[in-house]
């Protein structure tokens, strides 16, 4: 493996930051890549919870304060993992310092944010990314692959779905993902099935185009952790009708309240000559349905994931063993490290996280006047 360093400075050690962490380590001995990271510094809400989380993840070094991090001339990658609210005002100060800036999705709350975040990182020629890592799954790669190369024919539908429950019980706490400055569950967990909406389908039928909008909030108040409540303004459930260029229609939903559901990415295409369906409960796993099947023969089957669907091999030799949730982190982030040393485009930048809070935003938009919106 190359010697050259790139350090890496790690906001927010939660369940993301760990992801990350992760990520970084295994991208590092599964690929060959042309840099390689190096776990420089982690910052967090305070230094003792820093120290300790530097320590558990690999951390050279820790601090209690984000920006002495962000103005660190010995990190070259600012990781950001902190809650919704603060990516903007922490990229933005990345950037200023001329860091690569690699963000957990959604990129901001705000459109307007999003895009004066992507544009601020155009004109100081950085590399970005946006943390949409279930993208990077080899049968979401073959699913497109088959999409484009016409095996499903001419698109007509499309169906996404992204449900948890870890906000079903009207018991839990208000949290930042409660705040209108953390976006809500459309922005939160729909936002990843706008996004495979549009990989998936972009090369044979075209961006969104139009949405309508059903945005509802189910628990009006949650503890405020002080004795008391507050009042809850962000979606629960947000759904949306779409319509692509090519005129087919689909449609997406964000659900953070599906009781008994832990994790539920699922995705079905339909075209003229067959179809497609996943569910992130296999996520090894893609359905294709050929309508040239003989009768009597008719039926989904199953296609395994293996060393033909790569990167897959480079972590297993044996199809059917499976990746997990922390490999496809892994595989996007090689996919950053390859676009900041100049061997491929940017998998997913600033750029791209603005066109997904464009479609929230318009979703919202659509919710509110109880009508479709056409979408730039």
């Given at each position: 493996?190359?010697e050259?360093?790139?350090?890496?400075?790690?906001?927010?050690?939660?369940?993301?930051?760990?992801?990350?962490?992760?990520?970084?380590?295994?991208?590092?001995?599964?690929?060959?890549?042309?840099?390689?990271?190096?776990?420089?510094?982690?910052?967090?809400?305070?230094?003792?919870?820093?120290?300790?989380a530097?320590?558990?993840?690999?951390?050279?070094?820790?601090?209690?304060?984000?920006?002495?991090?962000?103005?660190?001339?010995?990190?070259?990658?600012?990781?950001?993992?902190?809650?919704?609210?603060?990516?903007?005002?922490?990229?933005?100060a990345?950037?200023?310092?001329?860091?690569?800036?690699?963000?957990?999705?959604?990129?901001?709350?705000?459109?307007?944010?999003?895009?004066?975040?992507?544009?601020?990182a155009?004109?100081?020629?950085?590399?970005?990314?946006?943390?949409?890592?279930?993208?990077?799954?080899?049968?979401?790669?073959?699913?497109?692959?088959?999409?484009?190369?016409?095996?499903?024919?001419?698109?007509?539908?499309?169906?996404?779905?992204?449900?948890?429950?870890?906000?079903?019980?009207?018991?839990s706490?208000?949290?930042?993902?409660?705040?209108?400055t953390?976006?809500?569950?459309?922005?939160?967990?729909?936002?990843?099935?706008?996004?495979?909406?549009?990989?998936?389908?972009?090369?044979?039928?075209?961006?969104?185009?139009?949405?309508?909008?059903?945005c509802?909030?189910?628990?009006?108040e949650?503890?405020?952790?002080?004795?008391?409540?507050?009042?809850?303004?962000?979606?629960?459930i947000?759904?949306?009708?779409?319509?692509?260029?090519n005129?087919?229609?689909?449609?997406?939903?964000?659900?953070?309240?599906?009781?008994g559901?832990?994790?539920?990415?699922d995705?079905?295409?339909?075209?003229?000559?067959?179809?497609l369906?996943?569910?992130?409960?296999?996520?090894?796993?893609?359905n294709?349905?050929?309508?040239?099947?003989a009768?009597?023969?008719?039926?989904?089957?199953?296609?395994?994931?293996?060393?033909?669907?790569?990167?897959?091999?480079l972590?297993?030799?044996?199809?059917?063993?499976?990746?997990?949730?922390?490999?496809?982190?892994?595989?996007?982030?090689a996919?950053?490290?390859e676009?900041?040393?100049?061997r491929?485009p940017?998998?997913?930048n600033?750029?791209?996280?603005?066109?997904?809070?464009?479609?929230?935003?318009?979703?919202?938009?659509?919710?509110?006047?109880?009508?479709?919106?056409e979408?730039?």
């Amino acid at each position: 493996m190359t010697e050259r360093k790139l350090r890496i400075g790690l906001i927010g050690s939660g369940f993301m930051g760990k992801t990350h962490a992760f990520g970084y380590s295994a991208a590092s001995r599964v690929f060959e890549l042309p840099l390689q990271p190096e776990l420089a510094c982690l910052a967090d809400i305070n230094e003792e919870a820093a120290a300790k989380a530097a320590a558990a993840l690999g951390f050279a070094r820790s601090t209690g304060d984000w920006r002495a991090l962000v103005t660190d001339p010995e990190i070259d990658v600012v990781n950001i993992t902190a809650p919704n609210a603060f990516h903007k005002e922490m990229a933005l100060a990345a950037i200023a310092a001329g860091k690569h800036v690699y963000c957990e999705k959604p990129l901001a709350p705000i459109a307007g944010d999003a895009r004066e975040m992507a544009e601020a990182a155009e004109a100081k020629g950085v590399k970005t990314q946006v943390g949409f890592n279930y993208l990077c799954n080899p049968m979401f790669s073959l699913a497109r692959e088959m999409i484009a190369a016409g095996e499903l024919g001419e698109i007509r539908g499309y169906r996404g779905l992204h449900a948890e429950d870890y906000m079903a019980d009207p018991l839990s706490p208000f949290t930042f993902r409660h705040d209108p400055t953390g976006g809500g569950a459309l922005a939160d967990l729909g936002s990843h099935a706008l996004a495979t909406a549009e990989f998936l389908l972009g090369p044979a039928a075209g961006p969104i185009t139009r949405v309508l909008g059903d945005c509802v909030t189910v628990v009006s108040e949650r503890p405020d952790g002080k004795g008391g409540t507050r009042r809850v303004e962000v979606d629960d459930i947000g759904r949306a009708f779409l319509r692509f260029e090519n005129g087919a229609t689909g449609s997406v939903e964000g659900n953070w309240v599906a009781t008994g559901r832990t994790m539920q990415h699922d995705f079905e295409v339909f075209g003229t000559k067959g179809a497609l369906a996943f569910t992130q409960q296999r996520f090894n796993e893609l359905n294709f349905f050929s309508a040239d099947d003989a009768r009597g023969r008719k039926g989904f089957r199953r296609i395994e994931a293996g060393p033909d669907h790569a990167p897959y091999g480079l972590f297993c030799v044996a199809p059917g063993h499976q990746l997990g949730f922390n490999d496809l982190k892994a595989i996007e982030v090689a996919g950053y490290l390859e676009a900041i040393a100049d061997r491929r485009p940017e998998p997913f930048n600033f750029r791209a996280g603005l066109r997904i809070q464009t479609l929230v935003e318009a979703i919202h938009a659509s919710s509110r006047a109880s009508a479709w919106r056409e979408v730039g």
